[in-house]
């Protein structure tokens, strides 16, 4: 994925270049006033008490996605899923119920598994947050998202990424998850499919070659 | 997409008082409440504030008393999780950890689990329910299977929080900041009978947040657990629980909380069940007896009868469970 498609922006109907987009958003007519936990080059945070952020309108925010720091446009109201996927063409967390019901949308904030879709972008500012995407090696895949391919892990796969990403923090927080810690860190999200088994025994797998 | 709303990010309790006063302001706590009923158009806001840059509404710290107090933003992985809880509670961290899913449990808190809004379909679905400011009911001719048996009046939810009964049994209150200063409302009080008021779901008033939840000291032979019967076992919301809280000495029942999940519009004491089991063996006799009795008053609707049963055979098995061994 290149870096032209993934800063596309749009903002009252003019599709802003990456460069543009920096250069507005440098000069952002909005002040967005993060405190100091939210990190440097936010000089204006230590005298603001409080951050208003208008309805309707964009600012800038920044935010740390898979590493990288992505500064973009958003509006109160979107959701972290909303601006992966749409905004910085991160399309690994998929859109499923939009309700907190399915785990599709699942990623990781500050390596903890959280629904994307229940997140606004706002609120993930200052956290660190990781997709599939971010688990990959350049074009190899990650060990647990290779655990899935070697275990039948998936049918359609359209869960996939979000069991990938409830494992990964499964892990990160338990590196030898017994099979029914397995079941339960896992039963936030549905597969349609019903690959379970094969799920549980990719996430198995995955465990055996972190530790060895 | 939800329809445009402002942002708030307050840093202190006396900031998040004033961002409330601007009309149709509501507070963010983890959100998995607030957003779903947004992009559902259960309810509109012009303003979000959010509680997530205030100092110190996170984490579980000890009282003079031997009691806890539990930090409104605390989330119910955390309470869950935690040592002393579960050494002092039991019953409390069961009930977290049988909320919702675990990623919900990363991000919901206690404070959000006391205030989220119902569950029913009616009213989370397009129809002018009597809680929304409509007209009626729409589940007492209608989809009825996992509403209410007790308390019902006018509307017919249950209320979907885990953590409210299990706080109940627990006779926990909550500290409450508002305009007028703080205040401090017991959790049996928190919660507004759709007898009294159908359009509201807590005595909170407009300005007001909880900051924190405080626990008494667990009495001298505490038994304290929480039971969630769901129709899947993944993650479901109950269609019947139970929080008990009692003291026993010897195999005879001191003092005695029932409190019922999924059974009423509020979390449900039963007061004449606590009677039967008070002064009273943990017998069979008396556990049948307290099983009954807390259904006595039971109303099924046209589709939940079978919620009767369910509370009945839940309570005989729950309570065999506290006695002496
Ligand atoms: C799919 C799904 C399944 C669920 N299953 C269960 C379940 O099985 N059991 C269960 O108990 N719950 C369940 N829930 C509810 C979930 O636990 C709540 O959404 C969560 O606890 C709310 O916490 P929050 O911090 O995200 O609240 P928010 O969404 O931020 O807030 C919820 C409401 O409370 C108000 N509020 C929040 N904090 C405060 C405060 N400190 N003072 C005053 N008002 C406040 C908000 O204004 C809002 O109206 C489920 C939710 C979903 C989406
Ligand atoms: S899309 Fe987020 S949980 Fe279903
Ligand atoms: S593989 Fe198809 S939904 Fe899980």
């Given at each position: 994925m290149t870096d032209d498609t993934r800063d596309g922006h749009r903002s009252g109907g003019q599709e802003l270049s990456r460069r543009a987009f920096i250069k507005t958003s440098g000069m952002g007519?909005?002040?967005?006033?993060?405190?100091?936990?939210?990190?440097?080059?936010?000089?204006?945070?230590?005298?603001?008490t409080e951050t208003r952020l208008e309805a309707g309108e964009t600012v800038p925010i920044t935010l740390h996605i898979n590493g990288r720091s992505e500064r973009l446009l958003v509006e109160p109201r979107w959701s972290l899923l909303f601006v992966l996927r749409?905004?910085?063409?991160?399309?690994?967390a998929k859109v499923g119920c939009?309700?907190?019901?399915?785990?599709?949308?699942t990623v990781l904030l500050d390596d903890v598994p959280r629904y994307a879709c229940m997140t606004l972008a706002v609120e993930a500012v200052g956290r660190r947050i990781e997709t599939a995407?971010?688990?990959?090696?350049g074009e190899t895949l990650g060990q647990v998202q290779a655990s899935f391919v070697k275990e039948d892990g998936?049918?359609?796969?359209?869960c996939t990424p979000g069991q990938v990403m409830a494992a990964e923090g499964l892990l990160r927080r338990n590196p030898s998850p017994g099979r029914d810690e397995i079941r339960h860190a896992m039963s936030g999200n549905l597969c349609r499919c019903g690959a379970y088994a094969h799920i549980f025994n990719a996430v198995e797998d995955a465990a055996r070659h972190r530790k060895g | 997409m939800t329809t445009p709303f402002s942002y708030v990010r307050p840093r202190s309790v006396a900031d998040v008082i004033s961002s409330l006063e601007a009309e149709g302001a509501t507070i963010h706590a983890g959100g998995t409440d607030l957003l779903g009923c947004l992009r559902d158009g259960v309810y509109a806001v012009d303003t979000v504030v959010s509680l997530?840059?205030?100092?110190?509404?996170?984490g579980v710290r000890e009282l003079k008393d031997g009691g806890l107090a539990v930090g409104a933003m605390t989330t119910i992985t955390d309470l869950a999780g935690h040592a002393t809880v579960a050494g002092r509670y039991p019953g409390l961290a069961q009930a977290a950890a049988a909320v919702a899913s675990p990623q919900l449990r990363h991000q919901g808190t206690v404070g959000g689990n006391l205030c989220q809004k119902p569950r029913c379909w009616y009213y989370r679905g397009d129809f002018p329910c009597l809680r929304k400011?409509?007209?009626?009911?729409?589940a007492v001719n209608g989809e009825?299977?996992?509403?209410?048996?007790?308390?019902?009046?006018?509307c017919f939810i249950?209320?979907?929080?885990?953590?409210a009964p299990a706080l109940m049994a627990l006779d926990a209150a909550a500290i409450i900041d508002g305009p007028a200063g703080t205040r401090r409302v017991a959790v049996a009080d928190l919660h507004v009978a759709p007898a009294e008021?159908?359009?509201?779901?807590?005595?909170l008033e407009p300005g007001e947040v909880i900051t924190e939840v405080r626990i008494p000291a667990p009495p001298a032979g505490l038994y304290n657990s929480y039971r969630k019967i769901r129709t899947r076992r993944s993650w479901d919301f109950a269609i019947a629980g139970c929080a008990l809280a009692l003291t026993l000495d010897g195999d005879t029942v001191r003092q005695a909380r029932v409190v019922l999940a999924a059974?009423?519009?509020?979390?449900?004491?039963?007061t004449a069940a606590e009677d039967v089991l008070r002064?009273?063996?943990?017998d069979d006799a008396h556990i049948r007896d307290a099983a009954e009795t807390a259904m006595a008053d039971a109303v099924p609707m046209t589709h939940n009868a079978y919620k009767v049963p369910l509370f009945k055979g839940m309570l005989i098995e729950e309570l065999a469970k506290a006695r002496p061994r």
């Open positions: 007519t909005v002040a967005f006033a993060m405190g100091p936990a939210y990190g440097a080059g936010q000089a204006a945070a230590d005298e603001e749409e905004r910085l063409g991160l399309t690994a939009e309700r907190g019901e399915c785990g599709s949308c995407e971010g688990l990959m090696d998936l049918q359609c796969g359209y | 997530g840059d205030v100092e110190g509404l996170a400011g409509g007209y009626k009911c729409f009825n299977q996992h509403h209410a048996i007790l308390g019902g009046a006018q249950v209320h979907p929080s885990d953590l008021d159908p359009t509201r779901e807590t005595v059974a009423a519009p509020v979390p449900w004491r039963s002064g009273n063996p943990l």
